[in-house]
């Protein structure tokens, strides 16, 4: 089993802290139990949140790695480890628990991805389209990761003048991202789930591979429980802390149940 030692802390967003280990080619992901909308301006703090998004997101890497999509997941601590690992220095050795993820270290692309299968939320802010509507095809934005501007829309020119990618990168980027969507879309319809939309981060390994990076959860992802015509109560997300629906961390359990009965265990790294 090979044991590792956490290091300084990297980086702290939102909703996750990222720390270094003493292994250069891996970091520690600890999900936290933090709810923020609006660009943080809303806030709460709900027990139980980062447990579930983390085994959420564990169990979809591992599904989208079956599909041949690559991401920077490489497996949960053991459990007997997952109680140590909050101070730097403590070492840990791994198991299948709580709310820490051990993932390949990369070079963050700041593009926000979103994929948009079904309007909802700012879409129908911005264009004359009814929340709820299907759209025929599927619809990419690519955002400017930056919170202070507000995560602005890019459009290709504007790409191109900030110099973020080139055009075979970009082109890379929005292809990984359209395979996402194509995965997990049977997935969740399987599970009576619609997939409305999604937003996912993306990243370089040190070998130059471009990996799906971040997470995969019920806070990144619009999903709708297809057999409720309420359009309240068939909300399964994120958007129930945003619209003060309640329910947030219930929703998410019911999302984890669905999904741990169909996608492979989550490995444990070793």
């Known amino acids: ?15 996750k802290r990222v720390y270094t280990t003493d292994q250069p080619d891996l970091l520690a ?36 790695e079956l599909q041949g999509i690559p991401t920077h997941f490489l497996g949960l601590p053991p459990a007997s480890s997952t109680s140590a690992v909050g101070e730097a220095g403590d070492e840990a050795s791994g198991e299948a628990g709580g709310n820490w993820m051990l993932v390949r270290p990369v070079r963050v692309v700041p593009l926000e991805v979103v994929i948009r299968n079904i309007a909802a939320g700012s879409l129908c802010k911005q264009l004359p389209i009814a929340p709820g509507t299907r759209l025929e095809q599927p619809l990419l934005d690519l955002y400017y990761k930056d919170d202070g501007l507000g995560d602005p829309l890019l459009s290709e020119a504007r790409l191109r003048l900030l110099g ?5 990168q970009r082109i890379a980027i929005e292809q990984l991202a359209w395979r996402v969507n194509t995965a997990l879309r049977p997935l969740f319809a399987g599970l009576n ?38 359009s309240q109560a068939r909300i399964l997300d994120k958007d129930r802390f945003r619209q003060d629906l309640g329910g947030v961390v219930e929703a998410y359990g019911e999302v984890l149940k669905r999904v741990q009965g169909v996608c492979p265990e989550s490995r444990v790294y070793r």
Not at 207 to 227: F, H, K
Request: glycine content about 8%; aromatic content about 10%; proline content about 2%.
């Open 193 to 230: 789930l619609e997939l409305v939309d999604f937003k996912i981060e993306l990243g370089y390994s040190a070998d130059g591979q471009l990996l799906l990076a971040d997470e995969i959860s019920p806070d990144n992802c619009r999903l709708w429980d297809r057999g409720i015509a309420d």
């Open 164 to 168: 973020l990618v080139d055009d075979a």
């Open 29 to 64: 992901v600890e999900f936290k139990d933090d709810a923020t909308a609006f660009n943080a301006q809303k806030r709460a703090q709900l027990s139980g949140k980062g447990f579930l998004n983390c085994q959420i997101s564990a169990l979809l890497f591992e599904y989208l």
């Open 1 to 15: 089993m090979s044991a590792y030692c956490l290091g300084p802390l990297l980086h702290e967003g939102k909703a």
